[in-house]
Antibody, heavy 119, light 108 residues
């Protein structure tokens, strides 16, 4: 079955970087874009960015566009999200999610990765 | 940037119909998608492209979209429907995905 499995929780200090992985299985990885969505504790969903594994095209949320790097490795069917210059505002559960037929229709989600930024 | 506005909370008795609104400027010309999120779980797509239903989602979940308001309707509400619900669109002006603030559905 279609599945996204994310890497484990991370604890980082302010100013550090974090890299979260999202391994896909059960479908042709190249054909569907991957979105990243985060959720701060007790808050709503916030879109972070999107990448096409086919050609590497990306879109980023305005508030992270200078600090985020999205990549994919088609040899291992894995997507990566790297966020630099972390602050406490970046503390959140980060989800990867595969698109259905439109970029923003998120049909399959990873289990989430908690990133905690604390001194 | 495009803004989606949802009521913070909606309450409904079991067996009744819940309607959760999502307001946005001329949202009727956009495709609206809805997600259900239960505590400690990842979101689940329940309605896409205004009124489409993914495989496995009960027919009790439906959507509509016109003018400045999109609506998620849950018929014959069950206790298991209690969750947070988020609307979402693609804003082609900014090339951004936009989520509403979320609505907590309480089943009385």
């Amino acid at each position: 079955q279609v599945q996204l499995v994310q890497s484990g929780p991370e604890v980082k200090k302010p100013g550090a970087s974090v890299k979260v992985s999202c391994k896909a299985s059960g479908y042709n990885f190249i054909l569907y874009g991957i979105n990243w969505v985060r959720q701060a504790p007790g808050q709503g969903l916030e879109w972070v960015g999107w990448i096409s594994p086919y050609n590497g095209q990306t879109y980023f949320a305005q508030n992270v566009q200078d600090r985020i790097i999205l990549t994919t490795d088609t040899s291992t069917n894995t997507a990566f999200m790297e966020l630099t210059g972390l602050t406490s505002d970046d503390t959140a559960v980060y989800y990867c999610a595969r698109e259905l037929d439109r970029l923003e229709v998120l049909i399959v989600w990873g289990q989430g990765t908690l990133v905690t930024v604390s001194s | 940037s495009y803004v989606l506005t949802q009521p913070p909370s909606v309450s409904v008795a079991p067996g009744q119909t819940a309607r959760i609104t999502c307001g946005g400027n001329n949202i009727g010309i956009k495709s609206v998608h809805w997600y259900q999120q239960k505590p400690g779980q990842a979101p689940l797509l329940v309605v896409y492209n205004n009124n489409g239903r993914p495989s496995g989602i009960p027919e009790r979940f439906s959507g509509s979209n016109s003018g400045n308001t999109a609506t998620l309707t849950i018929s014959r509400v069950e206790a298991g429907d209690e969750a947070d619900y988020y609307c979402q669109v693609w804003d082609s002006t900014s090339d951004h995905v936009v989520f509403g603030g979320g609505t907590k559905l309480t089943v009385l």
